[in-house]
């Protein structure tokens, strides 16, 4: 089993839907990092959060240290919204583990 | 600020032929890494600079990769010989030091062995 799993794996959406990609893990951690990684490998860092919630735009992403549980989420999403989502925690040891990601897909 | 710089952004070799990687960091961030991406799967840490040291190489198969930061600040990364199964995105990432801090990836590169 991996320390980070996410869920789903591939997500389809019309424009304007609501969005929602989870993270589960099993390891402690001192941070959680969403990123986004568009076609052609560049990976961008859209949040790094260590409890409760954080916003920028359509975005927010929200913890539950004691579930071991984070959600991304995204409102009104468009066509460029569409790119692989992964989640990664910074466990005891300062590295980075990284789930498999989450391919979401947002048609016109 | 200018964002990390990897070059070159593609390349097809064939197995048993060697191939090299190049990283330019952000400007000031001590910490570099590299990464292996096989498609369909999260990035993998191959190794971990901080300054001109390695921090982690852990996971670099050491019979056949290898990687360098002379100066603590850009970074090469070779294969040699390449086999089928290196075929993957090499992402280099960097940040201003090793703890809490987020990693700025550059765009990698996405090589094919053939």
């Known amino acids: 089993k991996n320390e980070v799993e996410q869920s789903p794996q591939n997500l389809t959406a019309q424009e304007g839907e609501f969005i929602t990609i989870n993270c589960s893990y099993s390891v402690g951690i001192s941070a959680l990092h969403w990123l986004q990684q568009h076609p052609g490998g560049g990976i961008v860092s859209l949040f790094m959060l260590s409890s409760g919630k954080k916003k920028h735009g359509r975005l927010i992403a929200t913890i539950n240290i004691q579930e071991k549980h984070s959600s991304l989420h995204i409102t009104a999403s468009h066509p460029r919204d569409s790119a692989v989502y992964i989640c990664?925690?910074?466990?005891?040891?300062?590295?980075?583990?990284f789930g498999t990601g989450t391919r979401l897909q947002v048609f016109p | 600020e200018a964002g990390v710089a990897q070059s070159p952004r593609y390349k097809i070799i064939e197995k048993r032929q060697s191939v090299a990687f190049w990283c330019n960091p952000i400007?000031?961030?001590?910490?570099l890494y590299w990464y292996q991406q096989i498609l369909g799967q999260g990035p993998k840490l191959l190794i971990q600079f901080q300054n001109n040291g390695v921090v982690d190489d852990s996971q670099l198969p050491k019979d056949r990769f290898s990687a360098e930061r002379l100066k603590g600040v850009d970074s090469t990364l070779k294969i040699q010989p390449a086999k089928l199964e290196d075929s993957a995105v090499y992402l280099c990432?960097?940040?201003?030091?090793?703890?809490?801090?987020?990693?700025?990836f550059g765009p990698g590169t996405r090589l094919t062995v053939l």
């Open positions: 400007s000031g961030h001590a910490t």
């Open positions: 990664a925690v910074r466990g005891n040891t300062d590295k980075l583990i």
């Open positions: 990432a960097s940040s201003w030091d090793y703890s809490y801090n987020e990693q700025f």
